[in-house]
């Protein structure tokens, strides 16, 4: 079983703002969005939340959402044991921030967050139309985040104690540096360091502070849309998915002895798994169309099973077999959450 503080995670903690009903594709119209997407929220966006929801009073909810917390409260949910994991992020003292932190300790994440009174703390609009979401992010406190968290000896005491360490690609937004000290650490002290690419926009916009961070990144997790714009900002030349997990597992790594996997999810598609030149699919179970409730969060719960088994040491096809097995769930429920107990075997 996995010991305590074993896998540190630093996200954007962001309360989700959800609503699931097919008229939101107006909305997606006026707001000039995406169906299928993630992004952060530009001046345009600000009266997106406030018109969603007075527009769907009774459909509104508002559920604990951020990438990377979502990941750690997935891996909690199926190990069943207190504080295997840890997590940083900033927030600030208000509802949001509570709800946050309630929900985030009842499912067992050891949370250490950095509290900023300059921002409230932030939320993210998710508009979920038939099996597709778009995830609008305002980050505000969670954009607060500094390195100095890492520097409190009591939080760096937990950095040490961890032997895997995960972010979602989405702080390359907020703190690189912070990722990268903590990617550094992992790779000076033989440990792991897990990372996702989490957006499109982050493989264009944020290509310099990501390409930083990849030399030192052991698991490389992605979807289908992510790793087409990898490729195309990459000039790869090739819309073959299986070439393009090759070729990220093949770029340079930092401590060479330790070959990259590249995992690249794809919806109903099998999943890819590309590493010393190798390339394996695993199939997914797929679901009736009339069981899937809202796709949002269904990668991040992948994530969270994966990480689950690799911090037990367990094989690869253990992790994906675990990740598919969350996915799987997520998918029949509204937003991220997760029903009583797993009964994963
Ligand atoms: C910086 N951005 C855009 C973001 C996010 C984000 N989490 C962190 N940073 N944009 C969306 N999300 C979260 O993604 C989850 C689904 O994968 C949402 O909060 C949602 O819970």
Redesign the pocket.
């Known amino acids: 079983m996995a010991q305590e503080g074993i896998l540190l995670a630093y ?2 903690p ?3 703002i959800s609503v699931n009903d097919d008229s939101c594709v107006k909305l997606l119209k006026k707001y000039d969005l995406e169906a299928n997407n ?3 929220a530009e001046e345009k966006h600000v009266p997106l939340y406030k018109e969603l929801v007075d527009t769907y009073p009774d459909k509104v909810e508002y ?8 990941a750690v409260r997935a891996t909690q949910w199926i190990l069943q044991k207190p504080k295997v994991t840890t997590y940083f992020g900033c927030i600030s003292h208000d509802k949001f921030g509570e709800i946050i932190t309630k929900k985030s300790e009842a499912a067992g994440v050891n949370v250490k967050f950095q509290f900023t009174d300059k921002q409230p703390t ?1 939320t ?1 609009g ?1 508009i979920c139309t038939g099996s597709n ?1 778009s ?3 305002n ?1 505000a406190a ?1 954009n607060c985040f500094t390195e100095d968290h890492l520097d409190e000896p009591s939080n760096w005491k937990l950095v040490e104690k961890a032997q895997f360490f995960y972010t ?1 690609g ?2 390359l ?2 703190s690189p540096t912070s990722m990268l000290r903590l990617a550094k650490h992992a790779k000076e002290t033989g440990k792991t360091y897990c990372m996702n690419l ?2 499109p ?1 982050l493989c264009s916009v944020f290509k310099e502070p990501m390409m930083k961070v990849i030399p030192y990144v052991d698991y490389l997790f992605c979807n289908e849309s992510e790793a087409d714009e990898f490729g195309k900002v990459h000039e790869y030349n090739t819309t073959d998915r299986k070439e393009i997990a090759l070729k990220m597992a093949a770029l340079p790594k930092e401590d060479a002895s330790r070959p990259r996997t590249v995992i690249i999810t794809q919806g109903a598609e099998p999943v890819i798994i590309a590493k010393d030149g190798k390339v394996t699919e695993y199939p997914v179970k797929l679901l009736p169309d009339s069981s899937i409730v809202d796709t ?5 719960g992948f994530v969270g099973g994966f990480l689950a088994m690799l911090i037990q040491g367990k094989p690869i096809g253990e992790c994906i077999k675990c990740g598919m097995y969350i996915g799987n769930i997520i998918v029949q429920q509204p ?2 959450t997760l029903p009583g107990k797993p009964d994963y075997s």
């Open positions: 996200g954007n962001l309360l989700d993630a992004i952060l559920i604990p959402g951020g990438a990377t917390l979502n932030g993210c998710v979401r995830l609008i992010a980050l969670a979602a989405f702080p937004t907020v989490s957006a926009f949002n969060g269904a990668g991040d937003g991220f």
